[in-house]
Every structure is written in C-alpha cells, then in structure tokens.
C-alpha cells in the first residue's frame, strides 16, 4: 500500500528543478527593480480575472462531484478562498487604473490561460485525489511568488496593503497538508495509481511556470 506522505515527498523531489524555476522567476525580481511599465503590469490582474472566473466554476463543479466525499469541506474552503481573492484583485486592478469592465474586455495569451484550462478539465476528469496532491504542491510555489510580487509591488510601484491583499492572501495562506494527505491517502486506499497523481502535480507545475513566463514575456523582463 503506497503511503502518501512518502509519495508526496517523491514528487516533490522529482518537481524540484521546476519549482526552483518558478521560485526564483524573473519577473518578481523585475518588478523589484521597477522595471516593468505600469501598462505591462496590467497584464496581471488582466489574466488573474479570468483565471480567477473561471477557476470558481470549476471548484463549484468538484464540489458538487466530491459532496459527499472526506475532500467536501476542503473544496468549500478552496472555494471561498477563490471568491475572496476576487475581491482583492479587483482592488489590486483598481490600483492600475482598470475597472471590472476593463478586466472583462482584457485579451488573455494562452500561455497565461493554460493553467485555469487545466484547472477546468481537472474538475470533469480527476479524482480528488489527483486534484489535491496537484494543488498542494503547486500553491507553494505560486504563493512563494506572490509574496515576492507583493514585496515589489510595495516597495517600488507604491500599493498599499489593501492593494496587495490578493497576493498576501496567498503568500500567507495557511499550510493545508495534513487534511490534503488523509485526502490523497483516501484515494490511494481505493485503487489511485501513484502515476497518474504524479502527471497531475507535474502538469499543475508546467502550466504554473507557463503563467509567469507569460508575465515575463508581457514585461518583456526575459
């Protein structure tokens, strides 16, 4: 029986080079040093928005697929974490001198958008297990980033705290890997190939470097 602290520890081990990329980015480092021109900057909130809108439906979706299962009450929190968070981008985007009607009309790259489409067919097709183990080792890294954009967009574009609450909100969000391991052990104990979590982690990790290499591209910081 694979143990999933054991196989969490495997994937992690076998993502390092990319959560590595990810962590050290060079587009937080960037905007550290102002380098990235408000319009440029835009491009953040601009497809966080659409990922955002489109990530609650799918959550909403893996709720109503996993109700009645251990994962329920997790989901929800995911869930309302998601909704909160459109709160602080709207104020976040306000900031750069976009309403929510601007927000709406902003075209999204398909690098920037792969990660939610993934997010989407996870919540048609995946177990909540291979939903799970794919979150708990991509938020880390994706909140590692947002406290350094955060810390940059303080230190040198002059937000506020309540401008940068949407990143804090996930820079500081509070671990989650006890409840995500009884989860992914639960789908282990029923049949979960440890492969196909694998694929999961490893496709959530691709698509979250293929975001900020597009955040880059449209600051022109790479």
């Known amino acids: 029986m694979t143990d999933a602290a054991q196989l969490v520890h495997s994937v992690r081990e076998g993502l390092k080079e990319v959560d590595d990329y990810i962590r050290e980015h060079p587009y937080p480092d960037a905007l550290m040093k102002r380098e990235v021109s408000q319009d440029a900057l835009r491009a953040f909130p601009g497809h966080q928005y659409?990922?955002?809108?489109?990530?609650?439906?799918?959550?909403?979706?893996?709720?109503?697929?996993?109700?009645?299962?251990?994962?329920?009450?997790?989901?929800?929190?995911?869930?309302?974490?998601?909704?909160?968070?459109?709160?602080?981008?709207?104020?976040?985007?306000?900031?750069?001198?976009?309403?929510?009607?601007?927000?709406?009309?902003?075209?999204?790259?398909?690098?920037?958008?792969?990660?939610?489409?993934?997010?989407?067919?996870?919540?048609?097709?995946?177990?909540?297990?291979?939903?799970?183990?794919?979150?708990?080792?991509?938020?880390?890294?994706?909140?590692?980033?947002?406290?350094?954009?955060?810390?940059?967009?303080r230190k040198s574009y002059g937000f506020s705290e309540a401008e940068t609450a949407f990143l804090d909100a996930f820079a500081n969000m509070p671990s989650f890997e006890d409840v995500a391991l009884t989860i992914i052990q639960d789908g282990l104990d029923c049949g979960e190939q440890p492969a196909r979590l694998h694929r999961s982690a490893r496709l959530f990790q691709a698509y979250e470097r293929m975001f900020w290499d597009a955040m880059a591209e449209a600051a022109k910081a790479v």
């Open 50 to 153: 659409h990922i955002i809108t489109s990530d609650l439906r799918s959550l909403a979706l893996l709720v109503q697929r996993f109700g009645g299962a251990p994962s329920r009450d997790f989901l929800m929190g995911i869930l309302e974490g998601e909704r909160k968070g459109l709160d602080g981008l709207l104020v976040m985007a306000g900031k750069l001198g976009m309403s929510e009607e601007d927000l709406r009309g902003y075209e999204v790259s398909a690098e920037g958008f792969a990660y939610t489409t993934f997010m989407a067919w996870q919540a048609l097709y995946a177990s909540a297990a291979e939903f799970v183990i794919g979150i708990l080792v991509n938020f880390a890294a994706w909140g590692h980033n947002c406290g350094r954009m955060s810390a940059a967009l």
